[in-house]
């Protein structure tokens, strides 16, 4: 079974989702609960630990160390405990003197490290199961290691709790986030294993109730020249007023963007462009800007100290309750100035159609309900979100509209229509070809059974059999997006 978590490449001010096989839906079931966890500001855990910022710093020799240490040093001092923010910082570096441990014996407790490669301190745990809104590291690193390692959430020596206290974690270092490697499935922490286990990354995004809510971190090289800016443009685009702060798919954008657009003659979709450097034809900036992956949910928002919404919306779901109806359901605890609900509807989650309408409560301190049926589901996958509007502002006698605020993305997968229809079938002369209306026909070719071509081009929406003589064909049909469908016809 395929499931999807969100991976974002922000090619200048665009982003594509991939899809990863990550076995079965309980792994997507247990991140959304983090998700919903980390955005429910009534709950317990509170949110002042979000303003708890934990850096990490490695390196293999000892002016590596210095580097990778000043580099987040600086980095707090001009983003994080400033009073804009005014956050807190806890930094950890590997030992100076011992830049490259050397590597253990095979039998030795800490065997698998190689490459300088050592434990972090063990008081990271306890810094994260406080309470740490971001965790980030500056180091060597692949994807099931790191020189100077915290580890993985799951592996019980290092003391990772279910605090519910989830970071947003960005590593700067080289190839932490390749995820591409098929290896997803292979849930271990022992450093004996070198290669057949999933990355450190993953790990700490699907491990339930505690590790990350989301991950930052590069799927390829990395150097230290280019990394350094790029933290720094996460940075201040991160330790900013809550009003400001953006989620962390456009946060990612905006980064790219500013990283482009500084390169002459750049642009978002070639990763090799230098042209003062004729000889090497490849720009470390823009290559770190396509190589860098987002793991999670893109809107999510990080460090919000409190609800950002006009009303707390305290869930959001979407579930097919038929073959031909979606059931849209909210619930909030309470609202303010709220004026109404829009339902949104998209079949790549990027592009939203407005679909529905529903008017609020307005001001309530009470738990209210909403519901919306969607009579006219897409087929196969499709994406829901809810806008919220406030009421009217009265600016100087003059009403300007509401502040608009957007929910998270739920899916839905209908699996019961058809996406194309051709009947009737079998018919004694025309067959009409229907396509679901998230499909757009472009062109249709007819053949035999046997494979030759009959009718070779058609755009027709009808197929006219009469004067062929009875039996089976195959009728091609390829859509707008270039999907081909085949459908046995039977003219009798």
Same mark, same amino acid.
């Given at each position: ?194 290669? +057949? ?63 482009? +657009? ?35 949910d893109p809107a999510i928002v990080l460090l919000q100290q409190s609800n950002p919404l006009p009303v707390d919306l305290i869930s959001f779901e979407a579930q097919l309750i038929n073959t031909n109806e979606v059931k849209v359901e909210w619930s909030t605890a309470w609202e303010r100035s709220n004026n109404h609900f829009v339902i949104e509807r998209s079949n790549d989650a990027k592009n939203f159609q407005e679909i529905g309408y529903v008017d609020a409560k ?62 009737? +079938? ?67």
């Open positions: 079974m395929q499931v999807r978590i969100l991976i974002y490449l922000p090619y200048q001010s665009v982003a594509y989702q991939l899809e990863l096989v990550l076995g079965g839906p309980q792994k997507v079931a247990d991140y959304l609960q983090k998700v919903k966890e980390y955005e429910d500001f009534s709950s317990t855990v509170g949110t002042d630990w979000r303003k708890n910022v934990v850096h990490v710093s490695g390196g293999k020799t000892t002016t590596e160390i210095t580097s990778f240490r000043n580099a987040l040093a600086s980095a707090a001092t001009n983003y994080v405990l400033p009073g804009t923010y005014g956050g807190t910082v806890a930094p950890y570096v590997k030992d100076i003197a011992v830049p490259c441990p050397a590597t253990p014996p095979v039998g030795d407790p800490n065997y698998g490290f190689q490459d300088c490669q050592t434990w972090a301190n063990s008081e990271i745990a306890t810094k994260v199961n406080n309470g740490a809104g971001i965790l980030t590291y500056y180091g060597h690193g692949n994807p099931r290691v790191t020189d100077y390692f915290y580890g993985y959430s799951i592996d019980p020596g290092r003391n990772y709790m279910a605090s519910k206290k989830y970071v947003g974690m960005f590593i700067y270092g080289c190839d932490v986030n390749n995820v591409f490697r098929g290896l997803n499935e292979l849930v271990d922490y022992t450093l004996s294993n070198r290669s +057949n286990k999933r990355p450190f990354t993953v790990d700490w995004l699907l491990t339930p109730s505690k590790g990350a809510v989301t991950i930052v971190g590069n799927s390829w090289e990395g150097y230290e020249s280019v990394l350094t800016p790029y933290m720094q443009k996460w940075y201040s685009k991160l330790f900013v007023s809550d009003i400001n702060r953006k989620p962390m798919g456009s946060i990612m954008k905006d980064v790219a963007a500013l990283t482009i +657009n500084a390169i002459p003659g750049a642009n978002g979709r070639t990763a090799a462009i230098s042209p003062d450097v004729v000889t090497f034809n490849y720009n470390f900036a823009q290559a770190n800007v396509h190589q860098t992956l987002l793991l999670g307005g001001d309530t301190d009470l738990k209210s309900n909403y519901v919306y049926y969607d009579s006219k589901p897409l087929s196969g996958i499709s994406y829901y979100r809810l806008l919220q509007v406030d009421n009217q502002e009265n600016n100087n006698g003059n009403a300007t509209e509401g502040k608009k605020t957007y929910s998270r993305i739920v899916a839905v997968n209908n699996p019961n229509i058809n996406l194309v229809v051709v009947a009737p +079938n079998p018919s004694v002369s025309q067959f009409k070809i229907q396509l679901d209306k998230s499909l757009e026909l472009k062109s249709w070719n007819l053949s035999s059974i046997q494979g030759r071509i009959l009718i070779p081009e058609s755009k027709a929406d009808i197929l006219d059999l009469t004067h062929y003589p009875a039996g089976e064909y195959i009728l091609n049909i390829t859509s707008t997006d270039g999907k081909v469908y085949y459908k046995k016809v039977v003219k009798q």
